[in-house]
T-cell receptor, first 113, second 112 residues
Framework: DVKVTQSSRYLVKRTGEKVFLECVQDMDHENMFWYRQDPGLGLRLIYFSYDVKMKEKGDIPEGYSVSREKKERFSLILESASTNQTSMYLCASSRTTSGNTIYFGEGSWLTVV | GNSVTQMEGPVTLSEEAFLTINCTYT??????LFWYVQYPGEGLQLLLKATKADDKGSNKGFEATYRKETTSFHLEKGSVQVSDSAVYFC???????????FGQGTTLQVKP
C-alpha cells in the first residue's frame, strides 16, 4: 500500500510564526502536492512538484513556499503564519503525469491564533 | 483551465435509499475523472475512477460513468449504509500534468 505520512496531525501556532509542514511518501512517486481544504471550497492546490528541486505554483501559492530536496519528502512552509491560513492541509503524491491516481496523507489541522 | 462542479450538500438519506451525487466538469482534451471519499477525521481515499469516455468506475457498490456528451460523472449507489456517511469529492485530472482539480465536496449523512 502507498503510504503518505504527514508529520503533524494537529498544530497550533501564533500569528507571525514560521511553520513547517512535512510530508513523506514511500512509493518513489515523482509528483507531490500540497492542497488546502476549507469548508465549501473543496481542495485548492497550493504547490506541486514533479521532481526533486522542481516546484510549480498551484492556484493559491501566496503566503506559502515549498521545498523538495529529496524525492520522498515535500515540505510546505508558511513564512509568517496568519489567521487566514487556519485550515486543513493535505499532502499527496502520484507516480506519473496525465491524471494518474493521487494518494493522500491523513491531513494536518493547523490553527493560527 | 479545468473545473468541477458538484451538487451542493448536505445530502441526508435513510439507510437503503438510492444515492445520486451529481458532478459535471469543464476540461480540454480527455481528462481522467475520479471520486474520492473522506471519512471523518481522515484524509481522502480514492473511491473510483474512469479514464475515457463511457468507462464505468465501480467500487464498494458505488458506480459512476464517464459521459463525455454531457461532461458528467455522477456518483450512484443503489442502497446506502450508515457507514457511507462521509464527504465525497469529484475530481478531474489535467491532461498535461498530474494535477487534480476538485469539486467543493458533498457531505452525505445516512440515518439508520
Amino acid at each position: 500500500d502507498v503510504k503518505v505520512t504527514q508529520s503533524s496531525r494537529y498544530l497550533v501556532k501564533r500569528t507571525g510564526e514560521k511553520v513547517f509542514l512535512e510530508c513523506v511518501q514511500d512509493m518513489d512517486h515523482e509528483n507531490m502536492f500540497w492542497y488546502r481544504q476549507d469548508p465549501g471550497l473543496g481542495l485548492r492546490l497550493i504547490y506541486f512538484s514533479y521532481d526533486v528541486k522542481m516546484k510549480e505554483k498551484g492556484d493559491i501559492p501566496e503566503g506559502y513556499s515549498v521545498s523538495r530536496e529529496k524525492k520522498e519528502r515535500f515540505s510546505l512552509i508558511l513564512e509568517s503564519a496568519s489567521t487566514n491560513q487556519t485550515s486543513m492541509y493535505l499532502c499527496a503524491s502520484s507516480r506519473t503525469t496525465s491524471g494518474n491516481t493521487i494518494y493522500f496523507g491523513e491531513g494536518s489541522w493547523l490553527t493560527v491564533v | 483551465g479545468n473545473s468541477v462542479t458538484q451538487m451542493e450538500g448536505p445530502v441526508t438519506l435513510s439507510e437503503e435509499a438510492f444515492l445520486t451525487i451529481n458532478c459535471t466538469y469543464t476540461a480540454t482534451g480527455y481528462p481522467s475523472l475520479f471520486w474520492y471519499v473522506q471519512y471523518p477525521g481522515e484524509g481522502l481515499q480514492l473511491l473510483l475512477k474512469a479514464t475515457k469516455a463511457d468507462d464505468k468506475g465501480s467500487n464498494k457498490g458505488f458506480e459512476a460513468t464517464y459521459r463525455k456528451e454531457t461532461t458528467s460523472f455522477h456518483l450512484e449507489k443503489g442502497s446506502v449504509q450508515v457507514s457511507d456517511s462521509a464527504v465525497y469529492f469529484c475530481a478531474c485530472g489535467s491532461s498535461n500534468t498530474g494535477k487534480l482539480i476538485f469539486g467543493q465536496g458533498t457531505t452525505l449523512q445516512v440515518k439508520p
